[in-house]
């Protein structure tokens, strides 16, 4: 008997597309009468619709559709490919990978709680997610170059921020417009997802070192061993010297990088007087096409030389883009088969007459599946809140902990849904199957899961 191997990212999407067309057949359409430009569900007026069942010819242009509506996320990560392989042309990476394991000298695991940090204070403070793409093929050969395993530089990056977003604090995309809709204010349950954001750094962090330390003291426990080719070259060699022109690149490089959080960082949402550049996919790929010119221009790469490097870079990562407009196709799917307003009135009629503690833990189950099926956290939050916060006052609930119950299920998903571009794509940018991920995460989930439970039922009771 041959032995099984996992799917492909594109393969496992178009299955999910298949299986919520399917659904389309079987749960009976519906819809809220919806108020406002955001197109608010009123809670209580929920009505059955007329079906629109989604067919083959559907399933086969909703990736089409969804393609449409991430272009702007696509382009962007081609971008930053042509960027990256700008920048690698110059050598400048490999010299400065080079240089920072030689200055740490076998004291490359630090890196990784400075790191996860730094992207956990990004998710909680401004949702950083989409953005984090950008660091993927940065940072894993950089930890390959280490020692370790594609998994380790992934895991930096997509638990880092993943945690980050878990737990938000002031994130105006999703803690933001979720308040919004449940009548509170920002700064409502603050202190609770500070000390969520602690304890979910601190365990991640673990989870990840404890990891590395193994894969770096045994190799062959790497789980994803045999796979990252790729990164070979990072592991040892002939790497170019640190002159002072791939000095004077890696100095652009950090700019470039530098620039683009300040760019995306709402200061005038979260309360910094800061001027707020309010910039989003389109600027950002403008920023990273500039500054691959500049990069090429500033070590004196000809013209044809340049726009080689940029074409080749961007060529690297045109799958990524591909499964982000995949993605997006199984939310097309629920909308035109009307099907999304149902399966949160389902919910809405499972949380009715529940007490408090049940209510909340309720909340977040319901939640779970729906982040799913709606990967926005911020579509999510405009659909849902509305509904399920009005019915948390007879709970008992107030509606910060609906915030919270909402954030944290949206949250936990994000780190393992194959419905989430950035999970799948920061895995095909770190040649990592998607099985090999859930073996290598799912125990961090368990933990994260069980710690969430408790923070919320706590928070019920008191």
Not at 233 to 248: E, F, I, Q, Y
């Amino acid at each position: 008997m041959k032995k099984f191997h996992m799917p492909t990212a594109y393969t496992i999407l178009f299955i999910l597309l298949i299986l919520v067309a399917a659904a389309t057949w079987f749960i009976p359409a519906g819809a809220y009468e919806r108020t406002g430009e955001e197109e608010t569900p009123v809670a209580g007026t929920y009505q059955a619709v007329d079906s629109t069942p989604q067919g083959p010819g559907d399933v086969i242009l909703a990736s089409f559709q969804g393609f449409y509506d991430a272009v702007d996320v696509a382009l962007f990560i081609l971008m930053v490919g042509g960027f990256l392989g700008v920048v690698m042309k110059t050598g400048a990476i490999d010299a400065g990978v080079s240089n920072i394991i030689r200055i740490l000298n076998g004291k490359e695991i630090w890196l990784i709680p400075v790191l996860m940090i730094m992207f956990s204070l990004g998710g909680t403070s401004f949702g950083m997610w989409e953005e984090t793409m950008a660091f993927y093929p940065l940072l894993i050969p950089v930890f390959v170059s280490a020692g370790y395993d594609p998994l380790v530089g992934i895991s930096v990056v997509l638990l880092g921020s993943g945690a980050g977003v878990l737990a938000s604090t002031v994130n105006p995309f999703a803690t933001g417009i979720a308040s919004g809709f449940a009548g509170v204010s920002l700064g409502d349950g603050l202190l609770p997802r500070l000390l969520m954001l602690f304890v979910f750094d601190a365990v991640a962090i673990w989870y990840v070192m404890a990891y590395a330390r193994k894969v770096r003291a045994h190799p062959e426990k790497s789980l994803v061993a045999g796979f990252g080719r790729r990164f070979e070259a990072h592991k040892g060699g002939d790497v170019p010297s640190l002159t002072m022109r791939r000095k004077v690149v890696l100095a652009l490089f950090a700019a470039v990088f530098l620039v683009m959080i300040y760019g995306v960082i709402p200061f005038d949402e979260i309360g910094v007087p800061i001027p707020t550049l309010g910039w989003w996919f389109p600027e950002l790929s403008g920023l990273f096409l500039v500054g691959g010119i500049v990069i090429g221009l500033a070590f004196g790469l000809k013209e044809q030389e340049l726009v080689d490097a940029f074409v080749a870079g961007a060529a690297d990562l045109v799958g990524v883009g591909l499964i982000i407009g995949i993605s997006r196709g199984i939310t097309v799917l629920m909308d035109g088969g009307q099907i999304t307003d149902t399966v949160l009135y389902w919910g809405e009629q499972a949380l009715e007459g529940e007490g408090s503690v049940a209510f909340i833990l309720l909340v977040y189950l319901i939640y779970i599946p729906l982040s799913i099926l709606i990967p926005s956290s911020s579509g999510l939050a405009t659909l849902s809140i509305p509904i399920l916060a009005p019915l948390g006052q007879f709970a008992g609930i107030g509606g910060e902990l609906i915030v919270t119950a909402f954030q944290s299920a949206s949250g936990l998903v994000n780190i393992v849904t194959p419905t989430a571009a950035v999970v799948m794509g920061g895995l095909a940018l770190g040649d990592v199957p998607y099985d090999r991920w859930i073996r290598y995460v799912w125990k961090l989930i368990l933990i994260f899961f069980v710690l969430t439970i408790g923070f919320l039922a706590v928070s019920a009771i008191l």
